[in-house]
């Protein structure tokens, strides 16, 4: 089993800044992918950006120039850094990994409970 802990979600005035952390923990032999979604009331869960184990990146369109992610493989956890926000950015936003946890485990991928973006106009 895998445990997905988020942090650093809160509320912050359009234009700001937030960093989001996610550490993984558990029986972890290696990280494929780690990433952030989110998601607002009334919508469905989006993407938002994802990075793999090597640091390639993927981004919304919506999110592209503004939000950055980053991984420390050694540590198991991602980070997204995100500048010039904007009301539309309120949302959960969810931490998303894939991991291989051995022969036994084989390869899953877990989701965190979510921290709470709100960005006030």
């Known amino acids: 089993q895998v445990q997905l802990v988020e942090s650093g979600g809160g509320l912050v005035q359009a234009g700001g800044s937030l960093r989001l952390s996610c550490a993984a923990s558990?029986?972890?032999?290696?990280?494929?992918?780690m990433g952030w979604y989110r998601q607002a009331p009334g919508k469905q869960r989006e993407l938002v950006a994802t990075?793999?184990?090597?640091?390639?990146?993927n981004y919304a369109d919506s999110v592209k120039g503004r939000f950055t992610i980053s991984i420390v493989n050694a540590k198991n956890t991602v980070y997204l850094q995100m500048n010039s926000l904007k009301p539309d950015d309120t949302a959960a936003y969810y931490c998303s990994g894939e991991f291989y946890s051995g022969a036994y485990g084989g390869t899953k991928e877990y989701w965190g409970q979510g921290t709470q973006v709100t960005v006030s106009s």
């Open positions: 990075v793999t184990r090597g640091g390639s990146t």
């Open positions: 558990g029986i972890i032999f290696r990280v494929n992918v």
